[in-house]
């Protein structure tokens, strides 16, 4: 691919030579004097002599929406387009395409049945000039980022396995210290033996816990002691059976809250669409994600290196697991029809006997997902961050007021409550957040 | 001597033993239950895996030709002859308030601010991170933008753009559409759309004959 774009190259300066022979000479001379960008403005000259900053501008603004360099899009890859056509043709089907293929053109109408008849955006806006710029960007070579060197000890692993090995290591290490000691002090004996010493026993003096046995006060106390701190870690350890807190299964997609919600800044409910106007938020469909992943198919180099060394990560595998289950073909930029489900693995989960309501709490109650769900936008992985327990539910109704501003439907109640408890705010509980069969069926 | 040796050896059991505790607790899976019969659902759950369904997975597809709730016909194809003929005739059959208004604002902002930006100039976060590019101002002269091809594009997509029909009703489709065609006229320096002169009753009545429920779309 590389080499095809390089020989293209060649053609082009080829070609342009004999014609402009005497400007390219000119140039020759001139680019030892005068730096490249000076040169670029002054002369009208073949295409790699124009702005490609100012091409790659427009090419931005204008073109990437239906056009990569080097794939095709909505619109074919337009690397190395200004070798296909000559320059008038493309000013004018730049210019107004529709126009041309309304006129029979027969280039164009060719590109446009291949197509599928799509039409492509007229620029009546751009100049030939900036034109120029355009198809000189085209021929920009992708740019390739140089990965600094990995710094010692920051391995493609993640935190928690490197800690375990450390960990591991450390418990060897003391593992091999205890058999020494023991060794060590084997030999030691029998060095003495042999020497006919005689190691000096201490006298038979009562030891400590034989004390401690007899002083029965102390017994009592300990025993106390004890029985209170294993009782206090038994109820600590029943008490969470149960409770999912901090539980973060492996998803079948490494789907990172942290890059969408958090550094793209997607709005919790772009993708948990119907958190807004219903019992439970959804776990988006996959046509979702390719209102976005349509354009992208990999990652930026900078998100793929942070992703491989600091969690292990291959994140544009991760996109093409999400293009198998939808069946995008990235080629032919259309879809397969052979899909898969992704089994997500559903995380929040309250039993089935209690009832809980995102759209009472999220539209009717103003509460932020964060509230509830910790900070999501800050997590790699997805995990649960409150306990979901009874007493959870129940403590928030007591502290948290109702939004009483703008809620027309229950004005009336609003304000038979405030005269009942005689103030202005209200909180969930007093509305009758606590009532079990508010909670439970 | 021996004593001491023991006491060490004692340590190191039970090191070693809290160590592979610690371990083990791992975050991968659920915690233990009492009775786990009491909090596993006998009925099939909300995105549950059971052997029942094809693929396995509760969430499926909705089954063929069944039509949402609140789903109203939508006449224009899915062709560049169905945008134009949409943007030339069909219009918006929903009253501007000051409620449709904001309503537009705030989901204009969940679901079009990342890409078109809050003003619709097409500087969205993902536009000035370079993530996507391309995306056209309202205001751009080359697009002709009017209401009906507003709300064309919001159920089809166009192009690179996906379909947003699965995400939002007919209703609030309506709603974004005022809500743009508001930003392209400040983009442009046009008066905005303002609530007309209207009696309270008009437009309830208006809004009560939308279809509140269901999305607009058997595609999801
Ligand atoms: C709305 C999407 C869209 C935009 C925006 C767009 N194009 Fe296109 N372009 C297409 C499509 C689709 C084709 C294929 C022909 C057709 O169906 O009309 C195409 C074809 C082309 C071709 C012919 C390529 C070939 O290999 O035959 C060139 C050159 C081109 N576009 C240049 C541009 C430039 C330069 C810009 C930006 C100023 C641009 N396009 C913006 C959609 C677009
Ligand atoms: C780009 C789409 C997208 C956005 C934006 C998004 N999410 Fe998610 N969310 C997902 C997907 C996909 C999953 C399922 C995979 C997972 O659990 O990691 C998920 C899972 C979750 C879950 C766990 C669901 C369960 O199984 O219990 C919660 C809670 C959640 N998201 C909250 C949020 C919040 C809060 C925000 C806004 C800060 C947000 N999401 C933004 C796509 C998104
Ligand atoms: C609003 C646009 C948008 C939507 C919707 C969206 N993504 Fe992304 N996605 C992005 C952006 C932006 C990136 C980061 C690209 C970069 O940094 O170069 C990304 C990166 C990713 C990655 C690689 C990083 C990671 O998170 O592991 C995966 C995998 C991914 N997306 C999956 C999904 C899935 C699955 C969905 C649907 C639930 C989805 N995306 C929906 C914009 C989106
Ligand atoms: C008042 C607390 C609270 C708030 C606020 C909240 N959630 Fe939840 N969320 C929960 C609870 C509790 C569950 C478990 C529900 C169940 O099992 O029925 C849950 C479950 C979920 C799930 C799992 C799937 C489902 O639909 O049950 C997702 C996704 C989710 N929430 C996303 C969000 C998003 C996005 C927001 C913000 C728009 C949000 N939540 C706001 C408490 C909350
Ligand atoms: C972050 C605080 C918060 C948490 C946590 C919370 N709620 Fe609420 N809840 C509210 C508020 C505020 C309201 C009142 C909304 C309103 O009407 O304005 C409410 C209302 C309710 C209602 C309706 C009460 C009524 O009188 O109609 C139910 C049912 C409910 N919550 C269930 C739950 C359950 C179940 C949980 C735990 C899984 C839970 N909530 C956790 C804040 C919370
Ligand atoms: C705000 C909502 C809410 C209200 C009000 C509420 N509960 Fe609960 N209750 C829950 C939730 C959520 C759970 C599930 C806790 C879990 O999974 O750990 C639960 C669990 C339980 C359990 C099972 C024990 C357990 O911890 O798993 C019992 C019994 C119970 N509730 C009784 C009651 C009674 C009696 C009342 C009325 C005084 C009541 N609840 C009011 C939300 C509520
Ligand atoms: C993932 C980024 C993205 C999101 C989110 C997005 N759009 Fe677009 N939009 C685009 C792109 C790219 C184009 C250019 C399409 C083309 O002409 O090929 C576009 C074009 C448009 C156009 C011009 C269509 C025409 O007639 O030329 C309108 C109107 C529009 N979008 C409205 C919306 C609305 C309303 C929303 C929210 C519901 C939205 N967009 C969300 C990317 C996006």
Redesign the pocket.
């Given at each position: 691919m590389d080499n095809n774009i390089t020989d293209r190259m060649e053609k082009v300066s080829y070609r342009n030579l004999p014609s402009k022979l005497s400007l390219a000479l000119l140039a020759l001379v001139l680019t030892f004097s005068i730096s490249n960008s000076a040169f670029a403005s002054t002369t009208v000259l073949p295409t790699q002599a124009a702005d490609t900053t100012a091409g790659e501008a427009l090419f931005k603004a204008n073109c990437a929406a239906c056009h990569k360099l080097g794939k095709k899009a909505t619109g074919p890859a337009l690397r190395g387009v200004g070798d296909k056509y000559d320059r008038e043709w493309l000013y004018s089907w730049i210019k107004n395409s529709t126009a041309m293929v309304k006129s029979g053109d027969a280039q164009a109408v060719a590109i446009y049945e291949e197509y599928n008849k799509s039409v492509m955006t007229s620029f009546p806006a751009l100049t030939n000039a900036d034109i120029d710029n355009i198809i000189a960007y085209t021929y920009t070579q992708p740019k390739t980022v140089v990965l600094p060197p990995t710094p010692p000890g920051t391995e493609s692993s993640g935190g928690g396995v490197s800690n375990n090995i450390i960990l591991g290591i450390l418990s060897l290490v003391f593992l091999m210290l205890v058999v020494i000691l023991y060794l060590v002090n084997n030999t030691l004996r029998n060095f003495a033996k042999s020497q006919g010493i005689e190691v000096e026993e201490k006298e038979a003096r009562t030891p400590i816990w034989k004390l401690f046995i007899q002083n029965q006060f102390l017994v009592l106390v300990t025993s106390i002691l004890l029985l209170l701190t294993a009782g206090y870690f038994g109820y600590g350890y029943l008490m969470q059976v149960g409770v999912d807190q901090g539980y973060a299964p492996v998803q079948p997609i490494h789907y990172s809250h942290r890059i969408h919600a958090g550094e793209n800044q997607i709005d919790c409910n772009y993708c948990h669409s119907s958190a807004r106007k219903s019992k439970h938020s959804g776990i988006p469909s996959l046509n979702v994600c390719m209102n976005c992943h349509k354009n992208i198919g990999e990652v930026a180099a900078e998100t793929q290196l942070q992703g491989e060394q600091e969690f292990g990560v291959d994140y544009n595998a991760e996109i093409q697991k999400l293009y198998k289950a939808v069946g995008w073909d990235e080629e032919n930029q259309a879809y397969t029809g052979v899909t898969e489900p992704v089994k997500w693995v559903r995380i929040h989960n309250?039993p089935d006997f209690?009832?809980?309501?995102h759209s009472?709490?999220v539209t009717?109650?103003g509460?932020e997902c964060q509230?509830?769900h910790g900070p999501v936008e800050e997590m790699e992985i997805m995990s649960q961050h409150?306990p979901?327990t009874?007493g959870?539910?129940i403590n928030?109704?007591r502290e948290?007021?109702?939004?009483v501003e703008g809620?027309d439907y229950?004005t009336k109640i609003h304000d038979e409550l405030a005269k009942k408890y005689g103030k202005d705010k209200l909180t969930?509980a007093e509305?009758?957040?606590l009532?079990c069969g508010?909670?439970h069926y | 001597m021996i004593t001491n040796m023991k006491s060490l050896i004692n340590i190191a059991v039970v090191l070693v033993a809290t160590v592979a505790l610690v371990s083990c607790s791992e975050q991968g899976k659920p915690n233990f239950q009492y009775m786990p019969n009491m909090y596993e659902p006998v009925g099939y759950e909300t995105y549950g895996e059971y052997e029942v369904f094809a693929g396995q997975m509760e969430a499926m597809l909705p089954a063929e030709g069944t039509i949402p709730r609140g789903w109203m016909p939508y006449d224009y194809e899915d062709t560049t002859e169905g945008l134009n003929l949409a943007k030339a005739e069909l219009t918006n059959p929903l009253e501007v308030s000051l409620e449709s208004l904001a309503e537009g604002k705030a989901l204009y902002d969940i679901y079009c601010a990342v890409c078109h930006g809050t003003k619709g100039d097409g500087q969205g976060i993902l536009m000035q991170r370079e993530k996507i590019l391309g995306i056209p101002s309202y205001a751009d002269p080359g697009r002709n933008i009017t209401e009906g091809g507003v709300y064309h594009v919001q159920m089809y997509g166009l192009n690179s753009m996906g379909s947003y029909a699965s995400q939002t009703n007919e209703l609030e489709r309506w709603q974004i559409t005022q809500h743009v065609m508001n930003l392209k006229a400040a983009l442009k320096g046009e008066p905005l759309i303002a609530p007309k002169v209207a009696t309270e009753e008009t437009t309830e009545q208006e809004l009560e004959s939308m279809p509140e429920e269901g999305h607009g779309s058997t595609e999801h």
């Open positions: 309250l209690a009832y809980f309501n009472q709490h009717v109650g509460i509230k509830c409150s979901l009874m959870w539910c928030c109704h948290t007021n109702i939004k809620n229950y969930a509305m009758g957040g009532e508010k909670c | -």
